[in-house]
């Protein structure tokens, strides 16, 4: 459309070169929904859970190993078995989310959790121990996967990388509580030591399950109950605009199979979404769209956890002991720093999810941790070769940890959630993301039973490389698979998959930009 003046005025051609670089420029983002974030820490605040756990069993199995007499077979079943566990609660929690709503899920997470919290606490011995690790699993399952779910769908466009990236967050931040938890009940008795690590666990899970109460529901999960009222009231408070809230709803109810002119505030859905249609449109049926979103979601998990990061979470004591670090108190110290890092990195990655974007971020991260594992593998090589202390080796092996958690935080650590929530369609989504969760459980659940006995078999050097090499194949998988997803409604992402297109309009994109940005740098000189 032109408007009175001519076809060559300068107006309508300042505006079509505007929406061109705006396009590719980045126009000023609004400021953030605090509403939306408040939410979104909130749902993330379970994520704490896991990474406690995670964190505090590093150093609570020095002292359950001597307490308890147990070997090292156990301790690797005792470390890893909760991932297993976990995947009860990662499967109930898609059917349950659908059946009871995203906010009551989080509660009945944090219940769970504190039971099992309890029970570790005041474990007598390893079998009431392993039972307690049984019921906090389940916990952990369910809380995995349902705050990036909640947190995803809550999020206005603008800043779901940056909110969505909260649960891997909180991870990070419950592995440095768990580390200084470490330390600072160190200085119990051996019998008492343990017990309170794991017990103290199940405070924080008390203030969650009374803080999610305060959460609104899912916007989408009450379009999908016929509640378009209450919907609508949390899509305005949670989106930047008026103008985008409405769009929100109207690409919601398109999804939900709602008349877009239907503006009743309860009307009656047909139930698509549950049962064996799910599972028959996301695994024995599949679209090429949803075959390809399947397969990068549950890739993206798998490679997260079978590049080694539980092993150097889990095990970093025993890492720094092979590197030349004897000392158990100075082992926990550096430990400490391994969560501290990871933390700090896992901040900044918060903040470039949505400037930067999610698939130069991933491919920059795993390419540093590629190389940070091959500096751990040289120095751990040389140590083990040499047989006595070596300092540069000894800094190799701390850089070479450090700066692994450090490349592993910044992108290929929140991404995973950020990415593997976001892309699945509203019908699948809890399935979907459950089954990623899944396999990011059962993976990191081999790598953290098995990594003491691999370790022997080919020395930790050896299990190190093997790590370094499954990042490689992971590198290549995510240049080849995965699309970019920044900026991108959830309802408008199945669209991006299904075929290689995103790769040329990229390219394409690109060439565009740059010819637009020339053409406007010579109308400025003008």
């Known amino acids: 459309m032109v408007s009175g003046t001519g076809e060559n005025d300068v107006v309508p051609s300042t505006k079509f070169e505007d929406k061109n670089l705006t396009d590719f420029d980045s126009p000023k983002k609004p400021k953030r929904n605090k509403y939306a974030m408040a939410c979104a820490v909130l749902a993330s605040l379970t994520?704490?859970?896991?990474?406690?756990?995670?964190?505090?069993?590093?150093?609570?199995?020095?002292y359950i190993q001597d307490d308890l007499k147990i070997?090292?077979?156990?301790?690797?079943v005792l470390v890893g078995i909760l991932n297993l566990y976990s995947l009860i609660?990662?499967?109930?929690?898609?059917?349950?989310?659908?059946w009871i709503g995203r906010r009551y899920t989080i509660v009945l997470a944090g219940a769970i959790f504190f039971v099992g919290a309890l029970l570790m606490g005041f474990a007598p011995n390893y079998a009431f121990l392993m039972f307690g690790r049984f019921v906090a699993g389940i916990g952990v399952g369910y809380a995995l996967m349902i705050a990036p779910v909640y947190t995803a769908e809550v999020s206005p466009a603008s800043s779901r990388g940056f909110l969505t990236s909260f649960p891997e967050v909180f991870i990070n931040a419950g592995i440095l509580l768990g580390y200084v938890s470490n330390i600072a009940f160190s200085r119990l008795s051996l019998q008492l030591s343990w017990r309170f690590m794991l017990g103290v666990s199940a405070i924080p899970s008390i203030f969650l399950a009374f803080g999610v109460l305060a959460m609104p529901e899912s916007p989408r999960w009450l379009v999908m109950q016929g509640r378009l009222g209450d919907a609508k009231r949390v899509l305005d408070r949670t989106s930047d605009t008026k103008e985008e809230a409405e769009i929100r709803l109207s690409d919601i109810k398109e999804a939900a199979g709602i008349p877009e002119e239907c503006q009743d505030d309860v009307v009656e859905v047909q139930k698509r979404n549950t049962g064996q249609g799910v599972w028959r449109d996301l695994l024995i049926n599949p679209t090429p769209a949803v075959r390809h979103i399947l397969?990068?979601?549950?890739?993206?998990?798998?490679?997260?956890?079978?590049?080694?990061?539980?092993?150097v979470v889990l095990y970093s004591p025993r890492i720094f002991k092979k590197a030349g670090i004897t000392s158990d108190k100075q082992q926990l110290l550096a430990t400490v720093a391994v969560g501290f890092v990871k933390t700090i990195f896992i901040l900044v990655?918060?903040?470039?999810?949505?400037?930067?974007?999610?698939?130069?971020?991933?491919?920059?991260?795993?390419?540093?941790m590629i190389v940070s594992l091959g500096t751990l593998v040289i120095g751990l090589t040389i140590i083990e070769h040499v047989g006595h202390k070596v300092m540069w080796a000894v800094a190799m092996c701390i850089v070479g940890v450090l700066s692994y958690v450090a490349t592993f935080s910044i992108g290929m650590g929140p991404i995973t959630w950020v990415y593997s929530s976001e892309i699945f369609p509203l019908r699948l989504r809890a399935q979907g993301t459950s089954m990623g969760v899944a396999v990011n459980r059962v993976t990191s659940g081999i790598i953290s039973m098995t990594f003491l006995s691999l370790s022997k078999g080919i020395t930790i050097g050896g299990a190190f490389f093997l790590f370094m090499m499954i990042a490689v194949v992971g590198w290549v998988f995510f240049y080849t698979m995965l699309p970019e997803t920044q900026g991108k409604t959830l309802e408008g992402m199945e669209g991006l998959f299904g075929n290689y297109a995103w790769k040329f309009q990229s390219k394409k994109k690109n060439t565009t930009s740059n010819g637009q940005i020339q053409l406007n740098s010579n109308g400025g000189q003008n």
């Open 295 to 311: 397969i990068a979601g549950v890739g993206i998990h798998f490679f997260q956890q079978a590049s080694g990061i539980d092993a």
């Open 47 to 62: 994520s704490i859970l896991l990474g406690y756990d995670i964190g505090v069993m590093s150093g609570a199995v020095i």
């Open 89 to 98: 609660g990662s499967f109930a929690a898609g059917r349950t989310s659908d």
């Open 349 to 368: 990655a918060t903040f470039l999810l949505d400037r930067v974007g999610r698939r130069p971020l991933l491919l920059t991260s795993v390419a540093g």
């Open 71 to 76: 070997n090292d077979t156990q301790v690797e």
